[in-house]
């Protein structure tokens, strides 16, 4: 087997492309529970999980993050109902890294080891209680050797510090991100400070995840940017953008979980892919260099992403041979309008699509709820 690089060696050389959502997907699929993260189809479900990331690997995936989000204790017993079996976050995690190093294995990608955050810090502000859950989720990443780790979608400061801290034990390289707009943390930290606290934990990459609209990520992430070169701070920027759009969250502490239609209807707002390429390019050029998905993002999303930055990548997208970038097997169409389009950049980035949907709003009032923690 060829050596790999890691995920510094990468960085160094350009551009990196993350995947895209697991349990949202999953969910689509009928394989996860809506409405909270769900992790134990791992054990249910293997063969569905495999298949996702199969498709994120041939998507143009760099990266491959083992797909136990939200698997600590304390968020399995927060989301447990009365019928359900218990499952333990070692044996979630273990089936998750051996999962995701198979499919990782089938290509050139690394595996990522992602830790969730942790009711007992979120609820309860118990460092000690954290700390354990962090090491718990840590341990079974430390065993399968995975290539760096990741604190995932963290929304205060304080505990992406306290897990970065735990996660120096596996003596990989590190990456961190918070679910913060403009307003900042959930304590009311902005954005600036979060992101100079973030490079001080000594971590390789730190950035955002998905909780807001791309346009909002866009601001957040200049912000960021400013306040890192400012303080002289340096790590590598990376995003994970949600799938789908919601410009009217922007002021809401808890973004797109605040909308009437989350989770079941937000279908009307997927991202189209040439959102995803102009995205894609904005966040480069602010200096963001590792770029993949969160909630919503598919498989398509993914190949976007790829796609627009194969000029700086230099790397084969696989699913290339069927699915170029803008349509360019559509000169092959029977219908003229239809080959009209093949390859056009130009007027798939500028088409004014429409929902079908002739009497519904462009938006929606968001069901506000200012305690991030209720």
């Known amino acids: 087997m060829v050596q790999k690089k890691s995920i510094l060696e990468l960085l160094k050389e350009g551009p990196v492309v993350g995947d895209g959502s697991m349990c949202t997907t999953l969910e689509k699929r009928g394989y996860c529970r809506a409405g909270h993260s769900s992790p134990e189809a791992v054990l249910l479900y293997p063969h569905a999980v495999r298949q996702l990331l199969r498709e994120y690997l041939r998507s143009g995936s760099d990266v491959l993050q083992t797909p136990c989000f939200y698997s600590s204790s304390g968020q399995l017993e927060a989301t447990?109902?009365?019928?359900?079996?218990?499952?333990?976050?070692?044996?979630?995690?273990?089936?998750?890294?051996?999962?995701?190093?198979?499919?990782?294995?089938?290509?050139?990608?690394?595996?990522?080891?992602?830790?969730?955050?942790?009711?007992?810090?979120?609820?309860?502000?118990?460092?000690?209680?954290?700390?354990?859950?962090?090491?718990?989720?840590?341990?079974?990443?430390?065993?399968?050797?995975?290539?760096?780790?990741?604190?995932?979608?963290?929304?205060?400061?304080?505990?992406?510090?306290?897990?970065?801290?735990?996660m120096k034990q596996a003596n990989k390289p590190i990456a961190c991100t918070m679910k913060i707009g403009p307003r900042g943390d959930w304590d009311?930290?902005?954005?600036?400070?979060?992101?100079?606290?973030?490079?001080?934990?000594?971590?390789?990459?730190?950035?955002?995840?998905?909780?807001?609209?791309?346009?909002?990520?866009?601001?957040?992430?200049?912000?960021?940017?400013?306040?890192?070169?400012?303080?002289?701070?340096?790590?590598?920027?990376?995003?994970?953008?949600?799938?789908?759009?919601?410009?009217?969250?922007?002021?809401?502490?808890?973004?797109?979980?605040t909308l009437p239609e989350e989770p079941l209807a937000l279908d009307s707002r997927v991202l189209t892919r040439a959102e995803v390429h102009k995205f894609t390019r904005a966040a480069y050029e602010i200096g963001v260099r590792y770029i993949g998905g969160c909630c919503g993002t598919e498989p398509h999303h993914i190949k976007c992403i790829a796609q627009?930055?194969?000029?700086?990548?230099?790397?084969?997208?696989?699913?290339?041979?069927?699915?170029?970038?803008?349509g360019a097997f559509l000169e092959m169409s029977m219908v003229n309008t239809i080959r009209n389009k093949a390859g056009n950049k130009k007027f798939w980035d500028n088409v004014n699509i429409g929902s079908g949907r002739p009497w519904h709003a462009a938006c929606s009032v968001p069901l506000t709820n200012t305690n991030p923690a209720k």
């Open 80 to 166: 447990k109902d009365s019928d359900s079996p218990t499952y333990q976050t070692e044996e979630l995690s273990r089936a998750a890294c051996a999962m995701a190093r198979e499919v990782a294995n089938e290509g050139s990608a690394l595996v990522c080891g992602s830790l969730s955050p942790v009711e007992s810090f979120t609820n309860g502000r118990n460092s000690v209680k954290a700390r354990q859950e962090f090491e718990a989720q840590l341990q079974p990443f430390i065993e399968h050797n995975v290539d760096f780790v990741l604190a995932e979608s963290f929304g205060h400061i304080e505990e992406v510090e306290l897990c970065v801290e735990v």
């Open 188 to 257: 009311g930290k902005s954005v600036e400070e979060c992101a100079v606290r973030m490079a001080k934990t000594g971590a390789d990459i730190i950035g955002i995840t998905g909780l807001f609209d791309i346009d909002t990520d866009l601001k957040t992430l200049k912000k960021m940017k400013k306040a890192l070169d400012d303080a002289d701070l340096h790590p590598y920027l990376m995003v994970q953008p949600l799938g789908f759009r919601c410009p009217e969250v922007e002021d809401e502490i808890l973004g797109y979980l």
């Open 308 to 326: 627009e930055l194969d000029p700086e990548r230099k790397r084969p997208v696989p699913v290339d041979d069927m699915s170029p970038a803008y």
